[in-house]
């Protein structure tokens, strides 16, 4: 739907600020929720807290009045609706749970933008990291069956599959190899600027999510579980950070971090299937519509130029959810063995003896790694891993796990292709 937001005049300020009841009170019923209900408001929270955050720095670097002003009324306004949209969370959703959700909304969310991507060079950086989280929701759903007995399918619905990927013990790298060349701003589209704050916010957000949930489990191996996940999603963050162009001024930043709100909620209000959810979406709506065009005005009073240069015409759609099991395969099937050098990927086979990720690898995995830990310790509780695809895909997995292990950076206690087969036998039983 074509829709351009700067037409509109959305929600005045001053009928934005809204009771306690109304702020805090909501709730979804975790065994009732659509899977994509749950992912649309994981993904919200992860983009409020960035446009928090965002009003909060920029606050700190100007001293135009009007300016400030404006951050101050809306910081607290982002800020309410974070606590509206991460409180709809219901308190007897358990950390692992939440976190199949956050892995569910990186790898269908990511899927989504790699095909509707249209830089090349950033699609394929969404093609690379999509296939690590897809690993991460495969390791954490072991424990979520060893700790809360919870199948994944509860959580994802059969929407996602749950099986090895790129194995996450080779996802540690040098953080240098993680920048890839930024876009220009002059010549990059709306979309492939939205795209990119769209899924920066979301790692951002699994990442302060770990880290801030990571110690709530006893378990050692799962804490350094969560550890160890929590690391890849600081390089998710400064890998999809590097890609956005720095000389984008203050005001510009503003505009996008307004807009990709407005174009975030637009997109979940049209596809949310649960009533009392869109109307949330579309309240808020209403206020980024108000907050974009304010960020409007100031644009063209400190950079004299059209707002519709940077954010065209229209809404662009940065988060709709479906599955996307068949493109994930794909990716799968090509990308498992491509590893990230400065700027650029290679594939293991041609990557230098002195790849500095290598170091990294052996640095941190010296005493083994957590996430390979959580297969053999599945494997001896329950006698198979968990894995939710469909046969074909399962007859792949030794094959996959061959080519996407490394040689060089192995953890000592790395789940082997033979010791993998075996465990597949019960798996195939
Ligand atoms: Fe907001
Ligand atoms: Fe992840
Ligand atoms: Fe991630
Ligand atoms: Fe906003």
Not at 107 to 134: C, H, I, R, S
Not at 226 to 244: F, G, N, P, R
Not at 377 to 403: F, W
Not at 408 to 421: I, R, S
Request: contains cysteine; negative net charge.
């Amino acid at each position: 739907m074509n829709f351009n937001p700067l037409k509109e005049k959305g929600l005045p300020i001053e009928k934005q600020i809204r009771t306690w009841h109304d702020i805090a009170h909501r709730k979804y019923n975790k065994n009732d929720v659509n899977c994509y209900t749950r992912t649309r408001q994981i993904l919200m929270n992860g983009i409020e807290i960035e446009a928090w955050n965002f009003k909060h720095n920029f606050a700190r670097l100007t001293n135009h009045q009007d300016t400030l002003e404006f951050l101050a009324q809306t910081k607290r306004i982002e800020d309410a609706q974070q606590a509206t949209v991460n409180w709809l969370a219901p308190c007897d959703q358990s950390v692992l749970e939440t976190t199949l959700g956050y892995e569910q909304v990186a790898v269908d969310l990511t899927a989504w933008l790699a095909q509707n991507e249209p830089d090349p060079y950033v699609k394929e950086t969404f093609d690379f990291g999509l296939l690590e989280d897809f690993d991460h929701l495969y390791r954490y759903a072991q424990w979520a069956y060893m700790v809360h007995g919870i199948m994944p399918d509860d959580i994802v619905q059969h929407q996602t599959d749950v099986m090895l990927g790129r194995p996450t013990q080779h996802h540690h790298n040098c953080n240098i190899a993680r920048l890839r060349k930024h876009y220009d701003k002059n010549t990059a589209t709306p979309q492939t600027k939205v795209n990119i704050l769209t899924v920066l916010s979301g790692e951002q957000q699994t990442h302060n999510y770990y880290a801030e949930h990571g110690f709530e489990y006893g378990n050692e191996v799962l804490r350094e579980t969560y550890a160890e996940i929590k690391d890849i999603e600081e390089e998710h963050v400064t890998m999809y950070e590097s890609l956005i162009d720095p000389t984008e001024s203050l005001y510009e930043k503003l505009l996008m971090h307004e807009f990709t709100e407005v174009c975030t909620y637009h997109n979940c209000m049209e596809d949310e299937l649960d009533d009392d959810m869109r109307k949330i979406w579309e309240q808020f709506l209403d206020i980024e519509i108000n907050h974009l065009n304010k960020a409007a005005d100031l644009f063209k009073k400190y950079e004299n130029r059209d707002p519709e240069e940077v954010i065209g015409e229209t809404v662009v759609h940065p988060c709709h959810f479906e599955s996307q099991k068949e493109y994930v395969s794909d990716v799968l099937n090509e990308e498992i063995d491509k590893r990230v050098i400065k700027h650029d990927f290679a594939y293991i086979k041609d990557l230098p003896d002195d790849w500095a990720s290598y170091k990294v690898q052996e640095i941190s995995g010296k005493d083994g790694s957590p996430t390979e830990q959580t297969i053999s310790i599945i494997a001896e509780q329950r006698g198979k891993d968990i894995v939710c695809t469909d046969d074909k895909m399962k007859s792949k997995m030794p094959s996959l796990l061959e080519r996407g292990l490394q040689e060089k950076g192995l953890a000592p206690d790395t789940v082997t292709v033979d010791e993998y087969k075996n465990i597949q036998k019960n798996q195939l039983k």
